[in-house]
Nanobody, 119 residues
Framework: QVQLVESGGGLVQPGGSLRLSCAAS????????MGWYRQAPGKQRELVAA???????NYADSVKGRFTISRDNAKNTVYLEMNSLKSEDTAVYYCNADRWAASTRYNYWGQGTQVTVSS
């Protein structure tokens, strides 16, 4: 059974920082591309950042220079360090695990964690 469990969300003032964590189980973590997505009320879910199995990363333009994604394969955990937070970063943040094997896609989601940026 695959589980992705996010933690670290909460309420933070503009300009503040938060660190999200996503602990994975039931998958060979090191072989998956891990991503953080977010969904604000009334908007579509969007990719925030991704880290590939080889360690390379990809970021949405809106978070470049402010957010950092990293992974610890020994702990089966992916992190999202968020700095200089803005009100527009308010959303539910979801962890995602994704890989292709033998023409089959394996894609899993966490339950989400709320991030609210407000004074």
């Amino acid at each position: 059974q695959v589980q992705l469990v996010e933690s670290g969300g909460g309420l933070v003032q503009p300009g503040g920082s938060l660190r999200l964590s996503c602990a994975a189980s039931g998958i060979i973590f090191s072989t998956y591309t891990m991503g953080w997505y977010r969904q604000a009320p009334g908007k579509q879910r969007e990719l925030v950042a991704a880290i590939f199995s080889v360690g390379s990363t990809n970021y949405a333009d809106s978070v470049k220079g402010r957010f950092t994604i990293s992974r610890d394969n020994a702990k089966n955990t992916v992190y999202l360090e968020m700095n200089s937070l803005k009100s527009e970063d308010t959303a539910v943040y979801y962890c995602n695990a994704d890989r292709w094997a033998a023409s089959t896609r394996y894609n899993y989601w966490g339950q989400g964690t709320q991030v609210t940026v407000s004074s």
